[in-house]
């Protein structure tokens, strides 16, 4: 199987511009819709369906202040959490907000499957059970007056944390970590040559019951600060791998990272015309997150 899932945040992970991307973002804001579409019409074009975790505040189309505090019943993570909510509306403050390229998505010809982010991008590893409560109603109470429903899950950071709150919001699959990272739990012996081998093959995957839900470890992430045009190779190894051993690919993406990296995108269509050769030949299936868990909940294996 092949599954993409996008991290969708705009500007919620760097949303004080405190940072290179955030200050980038900011800084070419009027074409950030524009090379998002051009990322959604490449995936139309092979017909390939992903999973689009979306954080919350993007769900909206604007936001106000109650007596001058942004979202006053949302417990914060950290004391100035919401400081950086301009608490405006998206033609003002259009990385902020995303309503219109959350339509974007569900209008797509191809199956797109909403998943969620958390409500403001608060690390669920370092929150506290409220926090994470408040984080998860928020969405799903947004996602269910749009009329979604959401099940599938990714960790902002991706670091895990309170997944037991993810249980009880009946959600099904969450991404777990990526297995081409950096091993920083290995020792720095295994971490090199791990780190290498992981690179050049990213290892395909399979879904693990974690009492109640799945969790989905990632095989790569489409994005190399230095070595882009090595991307299409390293995942063509990790699918041809994953034929092979009859498992899952399963890359993950920044879509932000497309505005910040135009020559991304031709790399990515390069993967992606693979990905539908092989799927032409009847050699792997692409699903979402979300099916894949439907079909596991089915069956009761991967
Ligand atoms: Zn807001
Ligand atoms: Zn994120």
């Given at each position: 199987?092949?599954?993409?899932?996008?991290?969708?945040?705009?500007?919620?992970?760097?949303?004080?511009?405190?940072?290179?991307?955030?200050?980038?973002?900011?800084?070419?804001?009027?074409?950030?819709?524009?090379?998002?579409?051009?990322?959604?019409?490449?995936?139309?074009?092979?017909?390939?369906?992903?999973?689009?975790?979306?954080?919350?505040?993007?769900?909206?189309?604007?936001?106000?202040?109650?007596?001058?505090?942004?979202?006053?019943?949302?417990?914060?993570?950290?004391?100035?959490?919401?400081?950086?909510?301009?608490?405006?509306?998206?033609?003002?403050?259009?990385?902020?907000?995303?309503?219109?390229?959350?339509q974007r998505i569900i209008a797509s010809p191809?199956?797109?499957?909403?998943?969620?982010?958390?409500?403001?991008?608060?690390?669920?590893?370092?929150?506290?059970?409220?926090?994470?409560?408040?984080?998860?109603?928020?969405?799903?109470?947004?996602?269910?007056?749009?009329?979604?429903?959401?099940?599938?899950?990714?960790?902002?950071?991706?670091?895990?944390?309170?997944?037991?709150?993810?249980?009880?919001?009946?959600?099904?699959?969450?991404?777990?970590?990526?297995?081409?990272?950096?091993?920083?739990?290995?020792?720095?012996?295994?971490?090199?040559?791990?780190?290498?081998?992981?690179?050049?093959?990213?290892?395909?995957?399979?879904?693990?019951?974690?009492?109640?839900?799945?969790?989905?470890?990632?095989?790569?992430?489409?994005?190399?600060?230095?070595?882009?045009?090595?991307?299409?190779?390293?995942?063509?190894?990790?699918?041809?791998?994953?034929?092979?051993?009859?498992?899952?690919?399963?890359?993950?993406?920044?879509?932000?990272?497309?505005?910040?990296?135009?020559?991304?995108?031709?790399?990515?269509?390069?993967?992606?015309?693979?990905?539908?050769?092989?799927?032409?030949?009847?050699?792997?299936?692409?699903?979402?997150?979300?099916?894949?868990?439907?079909?596991?909940?089915?069956?009761?294996?991967?």
């Amino acid at each position: 199987m092949f599954i993409l899932s996008a991290d969708f945040e705009l500007l919620w992970a760097h949303r004080c511009q405190d940072d290179k991307k955030g200050r980038f973002l900011t800084a070419h804001q009027n074409r950030v819709r524009e090379d998002i579409y051009a990322l959604l019409s490449v995936l139309e074009q092979y017909e390939i369906p992903s999973t689009w975790a979306v954080v919350g505040h993007l769900f909206l189309d604007h936001c106000d202040k109650h007596d001058g505090v942004p979202h006053p019943h949302m417990p914060r993570f950290e004391e100035r959490w919401y400081s950086c909510d301009p608490c405006t509306d998206i033609r003002r403050h259009p990385l902020f907000y995303g309503r219109d390229i959350v339509q974007r998505i569900i209008a797509s010809p191809v199956e797109n499957e909403l998943g969620y982010h958390s409500f403001s991008h608060v690390r669920f590893s370092e929150c506290d059970r409220v926090v994470a409560q408040a984080e998860i109603n928020e969405g799903l109470k947004i996602a269910s007056e749009c009329g979604l429903t959401l099940k599938s899950f990714v960790f902002p950071q991706n670091r895990i944390g309170n997944v037991q709150v993810l249980k009880e919001h009946h959600f099904e699959i969450y991404r777990g970590p990526n297995r081409a990272g950096k091993h920083i739990n290995k020792t720095i012996l295994r971490r090199a040559p791990l780190y290498f081998f992981t690179h050049l093959i990213p290892p395909p995957v399979e879904a693990i019951w974690r009492e109640g839900i799945w969790e989905l470890p990632s095989s790569m992430k489409f994005y190399s600060a230095s070595f882009l045009s090595a991307l299409p190779f390293r995942a063509k190894n990790g699918i041809a791998k994953a034929i092979k051993e009859n498992k899952i690919f399963h890359v993950f993406i920044h879509p932000e990272d497309f505005v910040a990296n135009p020559a991304l995108l031709d790399k990515f269509d390069q993967t992606l015309q693979f990905v539908a050769k092989k799927r032409d030949q009847s050699q792997i299936e692409v699903v979402t997150m979300g099916r894949l868990a439907e079909s596991l909940n089915q069956t009761g294996q991967c």
